[in-house]
């Protein structure tokens, strides 16, 4: 991400320091940030779409509701805003999930307009089409076609608002800079209350300072004394950063997580992150069997792999792009803190389902889609460039089709899991959920729950799944045995143990007489 075709004073509109732009492209970027994702529109509420909406009770009050969500006293995670846009949204649709996709899909549009705006502001060749690549790319589709990830969607809508406002504040002299700074800083703070994946957003703007891509600065290299200079400026940005993550830390041990998440030894901690930020990379460069879900790595092999591939890519990159390596260093840097906390710092709810997330890629994907055509520009000739853009978006825009069609009931997103991620045991536990509760499959719920408790023995409510599916089947030792370890993992499950009682109560009456006796 350098000024590695930086446009000519002639390309650039008077005064504004951005190049111009034809009528016809934000409605080409409208399309392909909305086309590929038809397919989900008819669909349903996905995995956690009940607790976040069409079964939460602050969403559904009209009266206080949305005091509610301001007061977080009910709710899961402390997102006051997206519970603030499922209220607006639950009194105009009500149970309907067709306007919640609808909404999805237009946070999804706008988000693209703004990236592509932001990618123009710093002049960046091949803006268009990173803006293209990053609407269409597979790895939206986690965000666009679940409704409760629409706390990504308004997050890192906000945070990239948040990053070009930053930018005004940086062009415009004083006193009127004031109000372009205060709109970033109240930016960022409704991003980091959208979801907390915007906590890192001041080491972003920190980085792009200290490569002196705000004002005159020279890109080709950086300077320790820019980062010092923007120092001052950064302090409220971090202050809202970590008031946001002592928030979501607090509410994820109160209300999310009820039994601990174990990261392992520091060491184990490096591997699984050097691993991670080594799929992440992988999933953007190479996105084919997407899956709600993925397996955990096999330490430390895999690990090693990916420290192995990061260093052979990125000093092939210094070796083809000798002039840009600060900008081939800064994409590393940028992305690696817009995923560090998903990257084993800290415990994340979500670990205890999948090691990583396709939606956690929203934003870091500005920066891999940026920075990845920038490049490509340098290499490719300029002849080929508009075949190359047309096959890139054509393959991704495909893609993203079809893997959007799964995400059009729960039940078929995790039969794709398993079709993807055969080796992750999460999807057979959502699978056999919805085979219990949805379908009454009894025989295919203990099938699949059988499968996932071969891949984590521990997991509460898999294990009530399991006990649920043996109770219906009328295997009681089955279901007393699955029951009993859901409580001694987590001895608060109190749905576990009510399960239990009523296990015990149907044996007791299919005894006989004598034995009863």
Known sequence: MNAMAEPTSTDKKAGSGMPPTRAWRPLLLLAAALLPFLPSLSGGPLWDDDHYVFANPVVHNSRTGLIEAWQGRHLMDYYPVTHSLFWLEWQA????????????????????????????????????LAAVVWATHPVQVDAVCWISQQKSLLSALLATGAVLAYGRYRQTPAPSCGRWYATALGLHALACLSKTDAV?????????????????ADRSCWSWKQAKTAMPRMLPFFAISAAAGVLAIVFMNSRVVTSPIDLGSPSNRLL?????????????????????????PVLPRDAVIAATVLTAGTGLLLWLLPRQRAGVLLVGLLVGCLLLPVLYIAPQGFYKCSPVADRYLRLPLVVMAAGTVAAGTGLVPRSWHALAGLVTVGALASLTWFHATDYRSETLMWRAAIRNQPEAWYPHYGLAGRLLFDDGDLDGAAAEAAIALEGNADFPPLLLVAGLAAAGREDF????????RAIAVEPAFEVARQALAEVHRRKRLQMPNNSRR
């Not at 460069?285 to 997407?290: E, G, K, S, V």
């Open 93 to 128: 649709f009500g149970d309907r999930p067709l306007g919640f996709r609808i909404v999805s899909c237009g946070l999804h549009a706008i988000g693209s307009l703004l990236v592509w705006h932001l990618l123009r502001q710093f002049q960046l060749p091949g803006a268009f």
């Open 477 to 484: 030792a089955a279901a007393e045995q699955h029951l009993s």
């Open 272 to 296: 699984k992150a050097v691993w991670a930020y080594g799929f992440y990379w992988l999933d953007f460069l190479t996105p084919f069997n997407l899956a709600a879900v993925y397996p955990e």
């Open 200 to 216: 890192m957003l001041p080491g972003v703007l920190l980085l792009l300072e200290t490569f002196g891509w705000f004002g005159e």
